[in-house]
């Protein structure tokens, strides 16, 4: 990667990321693409983001979420494969990071969850990590991300919680509309409420889902 390519990155310490991202898809995606790509993940959540720290790690895996995704459309799960689940809500602060951190906890490496919003903010609610870390499930270095048609694509099952049809539909994929409440400005009992309401969701999901 030459010293060009390093200035088209909007912060140098994308580039190794954007290498290791380069190597793994050789042959698939150009170096070129890799670093549009790369450097789009950190400018669109750099956008609303307040906290900044962690933003090149999360960039980088956001990256390669929206690189794997293609593959992963074009070969869907076998019979007995770990089935994608996506949850959207408007602001990726609440409800869809509250679903996807559950569902992740509760089947473990069984099923591949992720959440994205259409309006994403700039940071998950802390009443929302509050209640997840009473339930013994920690949010480690998340913030909100915007929906991408990579993502939605890739997906088994679509998962929607307020965002009405911001959402694209894509042919062939499972579509659920969950009416859960959404937990911005909501008190910390609220937001515990909306938490068990969404566990119990979960709970019948998993009833669908292959090898349960």
């Known amino acids: 990667m030459t010293a060009s390519s390093h200035r088209a990155l909007p912060d140098g310490r994308l ?23 790369i450097a789009d993940s950190y400018e669109q959540p750099a956008a609303h983001a307040h906290v900044r720290t962690h933003l090149v790690v999360l960039a980088e895996r956001f990256a390669a979420e929206r690189l794997d995704a293609p593959a992963h459309a074009e070969n869907p799960a076998e ?29 473990g490496d069984a099923v591949i969850a992720s959440s994205a919003g259409t309006h ?15 339930a013994g499930i920690a949010l480690d270095e998340v913030y909100p991300k915007p ?17 009405g049809d911001a959402c694209p539909v894509v042919p062939g994929h499972r579509y659920l509309d969950w009416p859960v409440p959404d937990p ?3 008190p910390i009992a609220v937001v515990r409420s909306i938490r068990d309401a969404l566990d119990a969701r979960i709970t019948e999901l998993l009833d669908t889902l292959p090898g349960n």
Do not use: K, W
């Not at 580039?15 to 549009?36: N, P, W």
């Not at 809500?89 to 409800?95: D, I, K, L, V």
């Not at 939605?152 to 099952?157: E, G, W």
């Open 15 to 37: 580039a190794a990321g954007a290498a290791r991202l380069a190597m793994r898809h050789r042959g698939r995606y150009s170096v070129e693409t890799v670093q549009r790509l």
């Open 79 to 107: 019979p007995g494969g770990r089935p994608r689940v996506l949850f959207v809500c408007s602001h990726n602060a609440g409800r869809s990071q509250m679903a996807a951190a559950l569902l992740a906890h509760r089947a």
């Open 120 to 134: 994403p903010s700039g940071t998950v609610d802390p009443h929302v990590v509050q209640a997840l870390t009473e």
């Open 147 to 163: 929906l991408s048609d990579e993502i939605v694509q890739a997906a088994d099952i679509v998962i929607t919680m307020g965002c």
């Open 184 to 186: 911005e400005g909501a």
